[in-house]
């Protein structure tokens, strides 16, 4: 129970980025939740799932006193309205301040995470080659965000954290593991020495770290997704 008679329940997958990201504002708010884990939302999935998101069925799915939010940055954002008096306020009060915050995260998803996974999902090399490419200047982008929003301070919210960081602290444990999968680090101290400190900093929060899955816990996910993707794509090819 989140407290106050409110039933809080989170259709998920531990894996997901966008679960991730709203089990860490659920985290940072201090809200109690029943974890409701889709065992493969590849292969399958549940019809509680189904009858919950029936758009785009998918995890994130929130279930506030049983009714369904879906959308993890709308999520984030519900949390925030829902639960007003629980502290910290992931929105900043100043309109504007809220809207740079709205633009960031989109742009996150947007622009900074396709782009990543192309670049060491991409069906061919040149496809890799412009996913790096892209990334390569995402992260240039969210290196000057973080400078100019933070204004010197250690988060995107200033003394704490902020939408932003909760938006883009979904990554932290997929930069370890993906720096494991593949020798590269999507933040680091040559092209992004701020952006490198704060994934340090945001994966030493007690909160985070209590939501964040184990990188090598990743690093295996990602290998048996691989494999099974290629036995997939072999059986196919013999057919």
């Known amino acids: 129970m989140a407290g106050g008679g409110d039933e809080l329940k989170l259709l998920g997958m531990w894996a997901s980025p966008y679960v ?8 940072f708010k201090g809200l109690s939740y029943e974890d409701v884990e889709e065992e493969d939302v590849f292969t399958g ?9 029936p758009v785009h069925k998918k995890v994130p799915v929130l279930l506030h006193n049983g009714k ?4 993890s940055q709308i999520i984030v954002q519900y949390i925030d309205e829902a639960f007003v ?10 309109p ?10 989109a742009y996150v998803d947007d622009k900074l995470l396709p782009s990543w996974l192309q670049s060491f999902g991409g069906k061919t090399e040149e ?5 790096l490419k892209q990334t390569l200047a995402a992260v240039e982008h969210m290196e000057t965000a973080f400078k100019e929003i933070s204004k010197g301070k250690p988060f995107f919210g200033g003394d704490s954290v902020g939408y932003l960081d909760v938006t883009l602290g979904a990554l932290v444990a997929w930069v370890h593991a993906g720096e494991k999968l593949t020798g590269f680090r999507l933040f680091d101290a040559t092209r992004s020495p701020l952006l490198n400190e704060w994934v340090d900093r945001f994966g030493e929060l007690d909160a985070a770290k209590a939501v964040l899955p184990d990188a090598d816990r990743l690093v295996d996910y990602t290998m048996m997704r691989q494999a099974k993707a290629a036995a997939a794509a072999a059986a196919a090819s013999n057919n």
Not at 20 to 27: Q, S, T
Not at 45 to 53: M, P
Not at 96 to 105: K, P, S, V
Request: with cysteine; glycine share 8%.
């Open 20 to 27: 991730i990201r709203v089990k860490l504002a659920l985290g």
């Open 45 to 53: 999935k549940s019809e509680l799932l189904l009858k919950s998101n």
């Open 68 to 71: 369904p939010v879906c959308e």
């Open 85 to 94: 008096g629980t502290r910290p306020s992931f929105l900043p009060a100043d």
């Open 96 to 105: 504007y301040e809220g809207a740079i915050a709205r633009f960031w995260a």
């Open 127 to 131: 496809e890799k080659a412009e996913g």
